[in-house]
């Protein structure tokens, strides 16, 4: 029947992985008892390593789940922390460590904890049980401690005792069992003594027929009756054994304790022998232990099937009810996710191309050409003439300038020179990669991908890689490109025509955004009229009609500095709509329509160069950049979130989203439950087979 319990602790074990509902538990042996009372001891004896937090400071203060497996076909003995994804581990020095690092994380001030420790231990030499070790029972509450620790303790175990589980209340010989901490704590939650194992500590310190009277329960008694141990190896050979321990063999501390508890219950024969119906030793725990608990976990079965068959009710009403009973896995998940937003990546791809690119940089340039016609035209005094150039004619009279002006054909050269040679390469490159990565960010928005953290970053950078890697390579071949445009440029009728048309627009959005400025700042100091004034005092004291005392910070004229400045602002953009409407005029007029009269019309030449420079980089960008990009990206997206990533990193990625989360857990948990259904369905088999063979023998 050994097979059993080993199946019903692994199913234990599933369960645990379900979690949530209480009433999902099978049977598990819970220790209790009091500070020294020798339950390390008799833990450490039943499993034949020394393990255990030691320690005078309450080492012992979250649960300690410990699962023993029983491998027969294997030497190997090794522990595992389910929670904590470490390895096997053979050193049990090592488990003592981490068990001791485990406890030691909860702070004083807190003392206990009810967040458990799974602990899993693997050994030919141990039974298949499932036990729980709580803090003991202390006495009284040291300094350094809270108050309410005493009752915080009981308060857990109390938590644990509770049916089915079997109650292992161990109590020290040496003590009288009317003061045992465990046996009253027992009694509080099993009153009739029907789950409790009372196991007497420390035999040896007490004189056998005392000894033997106390494991005959006269006085309080239980039906799982007491045993008897002596758990503790004997000083000088235990001394020795604990620093091998480790490495040692299991068996052989169980030989030790086994051989010094045997000599000296056979050297109390009276006592203790086969005829004085006590029950004494590791061993005979040990194997009541296990029939204890394949008898309580038989007994559980049938409720326990029966709480599961209802919580898995449940899961499956959930799954569709808000699930569609839509199936979904992590790797699923993501797999859909990827590929819904390559496909959305491949729309943008299709709607961002050339002609965009084209629409883009233009902008960018417009926005060039326009500075530059400040600086260079709307803006007095001209301050870099080159020498022997005759001072310039006002903006105004440009239409009626002489053809051959010196002056006018070098601002338009020096303009031109300077667009051209603005670094279009770099500008180029840069206002596209900013764009495909906005779009990209963009799309990541829309998609899956936008609740999790980690795939965002993964999809940026794959961005961020490509363009980077193409950035300095697709800058020169532009820059190259658009070089024979730094000496000359010939521009064709309907080039002309088509600048004519565009900058006309240009000015007419760059009037409106002037239009659209001046009514702000008309609204931020209180209205049209307030700003009339002080735009008129500014006007005044520019023409010098009056005299400004200098000014000082708290301002001039009656008005404060703001507003003088907000003044001052305003009347540049007044000026500044002026010159542009009259270059409106200008470039709509019959002068304007031929392209020999350009030094007359700036705006439409430099529009047309803007255009020009702009188609041509739009060419390299296309090729160096942009098919490279898109060809590139879906497989750099591969690489960082697909076949690289380990299943934990899937899990951990899908959970990100709260709404994914759930859903997976639900069929999670639906698949656990069927499980574990489907296991304790054909543990019922097996037991009523051995119920009913052992009926008929
Ligand atoms: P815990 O605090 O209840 O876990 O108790 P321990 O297992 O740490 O034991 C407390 C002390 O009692 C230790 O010094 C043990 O060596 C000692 N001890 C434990 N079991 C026995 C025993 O059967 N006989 C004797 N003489 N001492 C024991």
New binding site residues.
Partial sequence: MMVFTKKMIEIRNILQKVGQSSTLTLPSIVVI????????????AIVGHEF?P?GSNMV?RRPIELTLVNTPDSKAEYGEFPDLGLRKISDFTSIQRTLTELNLAVPDSECVSDDPIHLTIYSPNVPDLSLIDLP?YIQVVGHNQPLELKQKISELCDRYIQPPNVILA?S?ADVDLANSTALRASRRVDPRGERTIGVV?????VDATRGASILQDKQYPLRLGYVG????APQSIGGLFKKGSSSGDGSALMNLISKNEDSFFSSHPLEFGPTADVSVGTATLRKKLMTVLEQTMSASLQGTTDAIRQELEEATYEFKVQYNDRPLSAESYLAESLDAFKHSFKQYAEEFGRPQMLQLLKRELDQRVLDLLAQRYWNKPVTDLAPGVPEPDALADLPKADPDSLYWHRQLDASTAQLTKLGIGRLATNVVATNIQAGVEKLIAQSNFVNHPFARQAIVEAASSILNDRFYSTSDQVENCIKPYKFEIELEPREWDAGRDHAAVVLKDELAACQQALKRLESSVGGRRKLNEVMNFVDKARRGDIVVEGESRSGAGGFSAALLQRGREAVFLRDRGDIINMRLLAAKSKQCRTMNNKYYCPEIFLDAVATKLASTAVLFLNVELLSEFYYNFPRELDQRLGRHLTDEEIERFAKEDPKIRRHLEVIRRKELLELVLEKMESLRQLDGREKSRRGSN
Avoid at 201 to 205: C, E, G
Avoid at 229 to 232: A, E
């Fill in positions: 008892g009091s500070q020294s009372s020798g339950k390390s001891s008799v833990l450490e255990l030691k012992t003991g161990i020290a500590t420390k035999m040896d310190l141990v002596v758990s503790r």
